[in-house]
Nanobody, 126 residues
Framework: QVQLVESGGGSVQAGGSLRLSCVASRYSYSSSCMGWFRRAPGKEREGVATIDSDGITSYADSVKGRFAISQSNGKNTLYLQMNSLKPEDTAMYYC????????????????????WGQGTLVTVSS
């Protein structure tokens, strides 16, 4: 079974940047949908960004223009470049993968993703 391992989280000042990485245990791993989700304390899980097998991306309105999701050419690594970070971005960030592409993927609904990493914590201070 493929495993996903996130890294790159940390503590930054508002306005700063972080780049999250998610490495699949199998070289050249790919899925119909991969994405980043986050959960802040006391809040429900939120779909931040997804990318399907055709390279089509989808972003939450709250991060559009600030975050960018991408994959390595071999598709074994998923990235989330986060710029202009805000305190509201503070959350545990999870990498996920699933079998449903197209509109299902672009909906960024967590129930459509089946494989999850352990999470990496992002803390943004004022």
């Amino acid at each position: 079974q493929v495993q996903l391992v996130e890294s790159g989280g940390g503590s930054v000042q508002a306005g700063g940047s972080l780049r999250l990485s998610c490495v699949a245990s199998r070289y050249s791993y790919s899925s119909s949908c991969m994405g980043w989700f986050r959960r802040a304390p006391g809040k429900e899980r939120e779909g931040v960004a997804t990318i399907d097998s055709d390279g089509i991306t989808s972003y939450a309105d709250s991060v559009k223009g600030r975050f960018a999701i991408s994959q390595s050419n071999g598709k074994n690594t998923l990235y989330l470049q986060m710029n202009s970070l805000k305190p509201e971005d503070t959350a545990m960030y999870y990498c996920a993968a699933g079998p449903y592409g197209g509109n299902w993927c672009r909906s960024r609904i967590y129930r459509y993703l089946e494989l999850w990493g352990q999470g990496t914590l992002v803390t943004v201070s004022s």
